[in-house]
């Protein structure tokens, strides 16, 4: 007789043409998730350049057009191709699951969306093939500077082209998952059982139907200005300048929450589950997300303080109150983990380093909100530092979380936990050595966008500080990346349900089905799995 081996995983099986026709909300979770991880990897190229050259003062290495190519292109992508992206791939994979519903209400819409994103990904990129380069306005593309006085390459069209087919895939994205939410949820599970990561992508999801067409239509005016003989912009001719700013920051600002949500959702996923308690607060946590999508919509002009067009004391008095629904999610996590029996696995150690930086980015973004200090900081490295503390130490490093929290259930095998946690250590602290001495050097004056600085005023210590800590943090990326590639090698079985997870994603074998599940647990609190596998502990 023989020994029963555990039943290893179904081995993915790697077949180019079913992954390129697929209309799997998985696969096409997955293909979001990898390409967008891609950017992410050619965006940090792109600001390791820019650490390089501001090493030390002097211009050493690359040009002042190329320079203003690489943080155009740079922010382009970590903003529009990798964060927000990543967070409706995850959404793509996870939302069906988690309300056990067996795919997306539009399948092939759903393949569409994630095509229109590589189209218009790959469309910026084509910017540095042509002649002039690629677009060099920044990722804000204020004009005049955009304007073909400005910039009179292709780029900015390509640019401009790119974002549009990246607009269009987000909204029909943003239409998906609200029909699937709303009409596909598994019998018993009513709004008020739903996951906080679904909640979070749902209020994501009008968060985007509301923002991204105000952007189409700045794009698209831009593009009519440039080449077609438009004036919406030309003072000259009577257009507004200030009007691009409205439109742009009408959505700039809704997308930093769009950036945001998805990874608070992932943050709620993971603390309740590593504290060994249920979350703390749960329709809190829900109405304060809701809270904040309706002051995001109300917040804008705090980007444009120093124009002198808006109404300063309105805008800011938004901002201030936009701490408060935040807040609430602090104490829920802190709640969550009070007393609980805390497990410091991989996606825990990144949720903590998740709520330590972004924290720090919060609280400084409420003293950006505050005019007289925004007079000051306006357009100096405070404001990079402070973006970075968001959506880098927050929205990346939650990123990270979910990748090593999920990566059994899409692969079937357990996450390296050993090279997971140092590499979380070390991108904390690289993480802060790269990006605390902006604050400094925002404080001390020095302008963000520029090329070079003078020696002697204080601005180069911290500036190499920052480049030094910029290696830190490469480091910290290559052995995450080495995470991932021991747990593909190894291939340990994880089961179905390796951390006790709570949502129904964890009911399902890893990899799920393609139909998603065999049988439905009944659900009958906001944690089905954890209440099927504890029934003692059910009331
Ligand atoms: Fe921001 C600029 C204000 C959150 C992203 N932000 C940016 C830019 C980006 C960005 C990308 O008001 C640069 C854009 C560019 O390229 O020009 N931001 C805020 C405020 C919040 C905030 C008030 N930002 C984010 C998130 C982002 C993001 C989230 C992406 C993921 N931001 C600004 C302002 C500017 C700005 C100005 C323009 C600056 C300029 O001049 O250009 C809030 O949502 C943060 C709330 C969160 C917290 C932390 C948790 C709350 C707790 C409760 C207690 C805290 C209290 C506050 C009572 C506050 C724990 C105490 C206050 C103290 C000062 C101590
Ligand atoms: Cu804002």
């Known amino acids: 007789m023989t020994v029963a081996t555990p039943a290893r995983p179904r081995t993915p099986r790697v077949d180019p043409l079913a992954w390129l026709t697929t209309t799997d909300h998985k696969r096409i979770g997955v293909l979001y998730m990898v390409t967008t991880f891609a950017f992410f990897i050619v965006g940090g190229a792109l600001a390791a350049v820019i650490r390089l050259e501001l090493a030390t003062p002097g211009i050493d290495y ?75 306005a920044g990722w804000t593309a204020y004009p005049p500077l955009s304007e073909l ?122 603390v309740p589950v590593f504290s060994r308690k249920p979350v703390f607060g749960y329709s809190g946590f829900v109405l304060a997300t809701l809270g904040i999508a309706a002051y995001s919509m109300g917040v804008w002009a705090h980007h444009m303080f120093t124009t002198g067009a808006v109404s300063n004391p309105f805008f800011s008095a938004m901002s201030f109150l936009i701490a408060v629904p935040t807040g609430v999610k602090f104490f829920n996590w802190i709640g969550t983990m009070w007393r609980g029996k805390l497990v410091f696995a991989t996606p825990m150690l990144f949720a903590l380093a998740f709520m330590l930086n972004f924290l720090v980015g919060g609280v400084t973004g409420v003293m950006l909100a505050s005019p007289p200090i925004d007079y000051q900081a306006q357009d100096t490295y405070f404001v990079v530092a402070h973006l970075h503390y968001v959506l880098m130490g927050g929205s990346v490093f939650a990123i990270f979380a979910a990748i090593a929290f999920w990566w059994p259930k899409v692969t079937g095998w357990r996450f390296a936990d050993l090279p997971g946690r140092v590499s979380a250590l070390v991108l904390l602290v690289g993480f802060n050595l790269t990006f605390w001495p902006m604050f400094v050097l925002g404080l001390r004056g020095m302008q963000r966008r520029v090329i070079d600085y003078p020696s002697s005023i204080g601005f180069d210590a911290p500036n190499l500080v920052s480049s030094l800590g910029t290696i830190v943090l490469g480091i910290g990326v290559l052995t995450f990346l080495s995470a991932i590639v021991v747990s593909w090698r190894r291939k340990v079985p994880a089961g179905d349900d390796p951390w006790g997870g709570y949502s129904l994603e964890w009911s399902t074998s890893s990899p799920p089905p393609e139909h998603n599940f065999d049988r439905l647990p009944p659900i009958r609190s906001e944690r089905p799995t954890f209440d099927h596998a504890h029934p003692e502990l059910t009331p």
């Open 62 to 136: 690359v040009s002042r057009g190329t320079y203003a190519e690489l943080f155009t292109i740079h922010g382009t992508t970590m903003i529009f191709l990798f964060v927000a992206p990543f967070g409706l791939g995850l959404a793509n994979y996870l939302v069906p699951l988690q309300i056990g519903a067996p795919d997306m209400s539009f399948p092939r819409m759903n393949a569409l969306s994630y095509w229109l994103f590589l189209a218009g990904g790959l469309t910026i990129y084509s910017g540095f093939l042509t002649g002039g380069g690629s677009a060099a």
């Open 149 to 270: 006085r400005g910039s009179p390459g292709p780029g900015t069209d390509l640019w401009i082209v790119g974002l549009l087919l990246v607009s269009a895939s987000s909204i029909m994205t943003a239409v998906n998952l609200l029909t699937t939410i709303f009409l596909l949820r598994a019998p018993g599970m009513i709004f008020w059982r739903m996951p906080i990561f679904t909640w979070n992508v749902l209020v994501t999801s009008v968060i985007i139907l509301i923002s991204f067409p105000p952007f189409a239509v700045a794009a698209s005016l831009l593009f009519v200005d440039r080449r077609l003989g438009g004036h919406a912009y030309d003072v000259a001719a009577g257009g507004s300048v200030i009007l691009f700013q409205h439109l742009f920051w009408f959505f700039g600002h809704p997308e930093v929450y769009v950036m945001i949500l998805p990874f608070f959702g992932v943050i709620t996923e993971i």
